[in-house]
Nanobody, 122 residues
Framework: QVPLVESGGGLVQAGDSLRLSCAASGRSFGSHAMAWFRQAPGKEREFVAAISWSGEMTYYADSVKGRFTISRDNGKNSVYLQLNSLKPDDTAVYYC???????????????WGQGTQVTVSS
């Protein structure tokens, strides 16, 4: 599988912002839908946001709508997640994923990154 590598996670305070990046190598993901998922300790993997191969369509979980923004740069073979107005409940490992079709189910995505930790303090 082509590796997806996330970066940009860290420790921030509530109300702060963070920008996550996901870079792919080995092949182009320009024809793939891309998505972000997150998983907190003791919880199942949760859908965050997705973007179509062209970038014209985006979809967000209700919990992050209006606060997070997903974008992509096919020329750089990368996808990004801008996290604003962060809350402690956003604390999780954030994963980048790629798949043939856009959706909110993690089982439908074929390629995954190793994850990057986002921690939001009160």
């Amino acid at each position: 599988q082509v590796p997806l590598v996330e970066s940009g996670g860290g420790l921030v305070q509530a109300g702060d912002s963070l920008r996550l990046s996901c870079a792919a190598s080995g092949r182009s993901f320009g024809s793939h839908a891309m998505a972000w998922f997150r998983q907190a300790p003791g919880k199942e993997r949760e859908f965050v946001a997705a973007i179509s191969w062209s970038g014209e369509m985006t979809y967000y979980a209700d919990s992050v709508k209006g606060r997070f923004t997903i974008s992509r740069d096919n020329g750089k073979n990368s996808v990004y997640l801008q996290l604003n107005s962060l809350k402690p409940d956003d604390t999780a490992v954030y994963y980048c994923a790629a798949g043939q079709y856009m959706g909110d189910s993690w089982s439908r995505y074929e390629f995954w990154g190793q994850g990057t930790q986002v921690t939001v303090s009160s």
